[in-house]
């Protein structure tokens, strides 16, 4: 980690014995830019916990974001069960959640934009897309909430991802309307027909006399990742070439400083800074890594720094640039928890987000059960929560299969707390969300599963489209990691025997990305069945039988 150096303060400083260590940054340089990503519509306070699988293949093995657990803290030095081991990591992940507390929320997250721009006011804010999904408000006003939040808390620039499920016409509508000054930046969008640019490629700014410029990438597989018909008159793709030119065009108007603001996720933004050059820093996210100091990687051009700052609101990455002469000389980062027992909620903030919860109040805090165990979702292969969502599909369709997405995003529930509708929609609120009852021949599913896992794990990052593994009920499989494409998955067993290729499964599941799929949307199904259970016991994850990855630190 050696460039946890450039990072300010000690990683290792508490802000539970001293919170100015973690908070009070000085100012540096004449460039600064706070950066959040990935909030996932969650206006209040969370838990979050991180994952415990999150491997790494090929040339990533044991480099960041592929390391989790112990192996993490000792590559950070953090010390363990403190509080930046709960922000980061998941060991011990109930107990500190109750020492610690909740992360994120966005009164919380305006105080400390509002303190860091105190000190730094020509600070831009940048927002990295999955803002506006992910929640039961986000859902039912199209985004709307968000968008008001995003003004409040003073977002000048931001990409996507997650908002184009919403449809070209909404996220069309929010650009041209709703975001006023909030710029929306996306090189990497143009229209099919004439491949022209769909948003702002990149703004030009100027801070303490140095000229910059910023640089939006949205997520690379929209088409792929969700309905094609949600954007069906728009290419998406990572676009290497035209990043070059658009860079050398933001050098051309003057820029000393080129950023990206990335949703490609922090592998394919590891491989796109060893090849495109003249970018001087990533502020990235999609993968909802956590990513505590940057990594310095070089290219043709000299090198670029490459960050990743988390999730759901739990955190504010923090990038300090001294341009001189012409080009980045010197920096500093940090990635800061929002620790939002220490942090006081900003008043104005909080005023908006009670106005625009406040009409689906009494909707969103119905109880529909009580958790006797711990909910989350985050991992490479499975989680608690979204094994709560197999057990329901699978009891409520009468079958003995079930695939649920592997979507990153997600709250955690700690043991004794109930499940309202709110925390099931955090797990479901999507556009696309039928549930649906498929007659599936065993080969076919082989199929599926090896489709998934090289999407996952493939050793080339242009070739990762999101999400992780599909997560499986009632069926039994072991996965290769390392394997090559259509090779990784084996062994696959229901109740204890082999499944036949040529025989027909009842397979049941949901968000499905066909066209024309129909069915009950999922949250129906599954507050129907918590409702009949009223208690949850815990749920213990259907994970697959891991082969060659012994000794890798993305696994614990």
Request: aromatic share 8%; with cysteine.
């Amino acid at each position: 980690m050696s460039a946890a150096a450039a990072c300010g303060a000690p990683l290792g400083a508490s802000p539970a014995r001293a919170q100015g260590a973690l908070y009070d940054l000085p100012a540096f340089g004449n460039v600064s830019l706070l950066h959040f990503t990935d909030t996932h519509a969650q206006l209040l306070p969370q838990y979050f916990r991180e994952p415990s699988a999150n491997i790494g293949v090929g040339e990533a093995i044991g480099k960041p974001p592929h390391i989790v657990g112990k192996a993490f803290l000792d590559a950070y030095k953090l010390d363990e069960r403190s509080d930046l081991a709960y922000a980061f990591d998941y060991l011990d992940f109930t107990e500190l959640a109750h020492r610690f507390g909740k992360m994120g929320g966005f009164a919380h997250l305006a105080t400390l934009v509002k303190r860091l721009r105190a000190s730094r006011p020509h600070a831009l804010l940048l927002d990295g897309g999955d803002s506006w999904q992910g929640s039961a408000t986000a859902l039912w006003t199209q985004g709307r909430d968000m968008i008001a939040a995003s003004h409040e808390l003073g977002v000048d620039l931001m990409t996507g991802h997650w908002e184009f499920t919403y449809g070209d016409k909404r996220v069309r509508e929010a650009v041209d309307k709703d975001l006023g000054k909030i710029e929306f930046l996306a090189q990497n969008v143009k229209t099919a027909d004439f491949e022209e640019p769909v948003f702002k490629p990149f703004v030009m700014r100027e801070s303490k006399g140095v000229p910059f410029a910023v640089i939006g990438q949205a997520f690379p597989y929209v088409p792929i990742a969700h309905p094609r018909r949600f954007v069906e008159g728009w290419t998406f793709g990572i676009q290497e070439r035209d990043l070059q030119k658009t860079v050398d065009a933001a050098r051309a108007k003057g820029a000393q400083a080129v950023i990206l603001l990335s949703h490609n996720g922090m592998d394919v933004d590891l491989k796109l800074a060893s090849r495109v050059r003249g970018i001087d820093a990533i502020l990235g996210g999609h993968t909802h890594d956590g990513v505590p100091a940057p990594v310095l990687v070089a290219n043709a051009g000299g090198r670029t720094i490459v960050t990743n700052a988390g999730s759901n609101g739990k955190f504010l990455g923090v990038l300090d640039l001294d341009v001189k002469g012409g080009r980045v000389a010197e920096y500093r980062y940090r990635l800061l928890p929002v620790f939002s027992k220490l942090i006081p909620p900003d008043a104005s903030m909080e005023a908006l987000i009670e106005k625009v919860r406040a009409p689906y109040r009494e909707k969103l805090e119905e109880r529909l059960a009580v958790s006797e165990g711990l909910l989350y979702r985050r991992g490479n292969f499975n989680g608690t929560f979204d094994q709560l969502f197999l057990d329901a599909l699978m009891q409520v369709n009468s079958a003995p299969i079930a695939f649920s997405p592997g979507f990153r995003w997600g709250t955690t529930l700690l043991p004794g707390e109930a499940i309202t509708r709110e925390q099931l929609m955090d797990q479901s609120a999507i556009t696309y969300p039928a549930a649906t009852l498929s007659e599936i021949s065993g080969a076919q599913i082989k199929r599926i599963l090896e489709d998934v896992a090289d999407n996952l794990f493939n050793p080339d990052p242009y070739y990762q489209q999101g999400g992780d593994m599909v997560r499986v009920g009632g069926l039994m499989y072991a996965i290769e990691p390392s394997a090559r494409m259509g090779s990784r998955i084996s062994d696959l067993r229901l109740a204890g025997l082999p499944l036949e290729a040529d025989k027909l499964y009842r397979v049941a599941g949901w968000a499905p990305v066909a066209e024309g799929a129909t069915g009950e949307p999922v949250w129906d199904v599954v507050e129907k069945w918590l409702k009949d259970h009223k208690v949850v016991s815990p749920r213990q994850p259907n994970l697959p039988r891991l082969i060659g990855v012994a000794g890798n630190p993305g696994f614990s």
